[in-house]
């Protein structure tokens, strides 16, 4: 199933649904009945995660009896598809391609457990929102399609081989980079990255446009991943090329902390960055190996490009680069 949170025209909030042959079929009935009545799972996708990891048969069964139910059934194009939710935490992998390793300035290759950081809810947008680029705090604005796992089963210490058994879906986010605030250099010209100022800022994690529930996509390390900016194919990869799989991800992870239902982890970008194709912090660009032609970017996202991350299984997510409000 297909999981989205959607908006029609004259309807108080947000709505869950699930996507059916280019239709929305609204899933509060499902859940509370038919009189539609307001509950919090209408709304609150975590909710409604922690209620799906019971009766997620449920659900399918019912979503294929309503398409039978014309009432049921919102035609794609009448509808807004929101950010799935708002998650209060995002953990993202770094570092979990070679070949985006390879394509960096001073990058060590991964050492015994992944690296990671954290975005927050703020960073959150939906689809065809805007990516705000503002010049005075960045002049090198990049993007970075990533496969995100949704957990629906929280837990600490989770092994490696349950790991999967944790995961309500699969979902895209893009980690939107300012580069010139990642990448610092020392006057001796040593090189470290400061990923609390380059990756945590206002609309830096396009989220969407639809959570692909675990049982639709047995295996997260057999999917596509490409990212378009302007039509052009910047990125293409396999996520079988990350260096820590989703389920060692989420074993890591579970070690630091408890997970929870509705946490996201990203899991890194492969190469095709905007990074790789700066001189000034050392990029290094080389095409995808992946049998798909790649371009290298002639410069940075700046207002109006359109950015697309596409992973096999889950869809496209598009949003348009645009200037601040007060610029």
């Known amino acids: 199933m297909k999981i989205v949170r959607y908006h029609t025209l004259g309807q108080r909030g ?24 307001p509950t919090g799972l209408d709304e609150d996708m975590v909710s409604f995660i ?15 009896v309503s398409q039978a139910d ?33 394509e960096k300035m001073g ?37 970075e399609t990533e496969l995100a796992i949704v957990i629906g089963r929280g837990g600490r210490h989770i092994p490696i081989d349950r790991a999967l058994n944790h995961v309500f879906g699969y979902s895209i986010v893009n980690d939107v980079t300012a580069r010139d605030r990642q990448v610092r250099q020392g006057p001796n010209g040593s090189v470290w990255y400061d990923l609390g100022r380059g990756k945590v800022f206002d609309t830096s994690a396009p989220f969407g446009p639809c959570i692909t529930t675990a049982d639709d996509i047995p295996d997260p390390q057999q999917l596509f991943i490409r990212t378009r900016i302007n039509g052009e194919l910047r990125q293409a990869a396999h996520t079988a090329e990350m260096i820590w799989s989703c389920a060692e991800l989420i074993h890591h992870f579970s070690v630091n902390m408890t997970l929870r239902a509705g946490m996201v982890i990203i ?3 492969p190469a095709g960055t905007a990074w790789s194709a700066d001189p000034e912090l050392g990029g290094k660009w080389a095409p995808s190996n992946s049998g798909e032609a790649t371009v290298k970017a002639a410069r940075y996202c700046q207002p109006g490009d359109t950015v697309v991350s596409e992973i096999e299984g889950i869809g496209a997510l598009m949003n348009v680069v645009a200037q601040p409000r007060w610029a």
Do not use: M
């Not at 239709?23 to 038919?34: A, I, N, R, S, T």
């Not at 598809?81 to 390879?102: E, M, Q, R």
């Open 14 to 37: 947000a709505r869950i649904g699930a996507l059916v042959d280019q239709h929305v079929v609204h899933l509060g009935w499902l859940v509370h009945g038919e009189h539609l009545q």
């Open 50 to 64: 922690k209620y799906a990891e019971d009766g997620q048969e449920s659900i399918r069964h019912l979503v294929a």
């Open 70 to 102: 014309a009432r049921r059934l919102v035609p794609v194009a009448q509808v807004r598809i929101l950010a799935p939710f708002v998650p209060t935490t995002i953990l993202c992998a770094g570092s979990n391609y070679k070949a985006h390793n390879d």
């Open 107 to 143: 990058a060590a290759a991964s050492g015994q457990e992944p690296e990671f950081f954290v975005k927050t809810g703020d960073c959150v947008i939906g689809p065809l929102d805007s990516i705000v680029c503002d010049s005075r705090f960045t002049q090198k604005l990049d993007c």
């Open 267 to 269: 899991t890194g970008t």
